[in-house]
């Protein structure tokens, strides 16, 4: 199946970039990871491609005092690979080995996963977790938004049609225990239920962030039930007591990967198994 005729363009720089994009009609290319498949199935039909991948203001991985900033196309396989990542954000970099498969991970990119906006998708849930920021800019200015603002519903962003997702920026955090787990049918696959933790503990919880993706239609935080955590100590019993609420709390959907039930089934014992390594909880 091929893609429709359209035009492709190839800009010198952002400005240049965000210049295209004004005119409308205009989808940005990343990894092509996603879009590609939606052109050949005519989900999308824009007049022109515009390639962001020559684009070296986007690929880069930067280093602050207090935050690590991302550009948006560096690939999946750049976070893997990344000495940065791996020490600053770990939690990233547990994600970003689990995501597809090697041909996937060395196309796809951070930015093109995050304005896909797929419910399944692993990234949406860890910048959730992380509090991180996006960094959305057009040809008229640069804006910051939250993680937990930036994602609509499925497929849907905050993103304005004239706006590139450009830098992710990401606190530095110090003395968290993390985890990304991730249940799939096969290997490869986007999750049937995935859960991003990040927690500091100092005999009871200091700070907890839970974030799951697959059980909604975007990145799901029960923010209430993290704070009904703090300053508690962590035990099997307040465990599994946070996994039964947060499960009933979402409305769990169905599709070719798993009922509605079996999701919520997952979501519960996954739930459960994480928070137990993450807190160092043993039975
Ligand atoms: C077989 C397979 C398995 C996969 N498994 C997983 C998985 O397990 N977990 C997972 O999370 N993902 C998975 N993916 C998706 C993968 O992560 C893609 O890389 C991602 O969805 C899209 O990234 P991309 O760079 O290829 O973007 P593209 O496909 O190029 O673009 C995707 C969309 O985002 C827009 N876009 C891209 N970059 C920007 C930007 N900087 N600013 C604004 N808009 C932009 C495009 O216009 C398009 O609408 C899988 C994909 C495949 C094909």
Redesign the pocket.
Known sequence: MYPPQLGYYRPVSLSDALDFLSNGDV????????????LKFRI?KPKFLLD?NPLKE?NHISVGEDSVIIG??VT?DSLVKSGTVRIDLPLLHQSAK????MQ?RN???I???L??A?PS???PAVVTAYNAKLRLQSSKGVREVEAKDFFKGPYTTE?RED????EIVFPKLKGYNYKYAKVVRRA????LVGMAVLAKVDGVMKDIRIAYTGVSDKPFRPYELEKSLLDTKPSENVIRDFAEKVASQVNTPSDSRGSSEYRKKVMKALTVNTLKEVLGVVS
């Open positions: 989808k940005p290319l990343a990894g092509g990871q996603s879009l590609i498949p939606m999308l962001l986007l948006a196309t999946h689990k995501v597809g498969d996937v196309m796809g990119t930015g093109g996963s304005a896909n797929d998708a692993d990234y993103l706006e590139l997702l450009v490869g696959d986007f999750a």
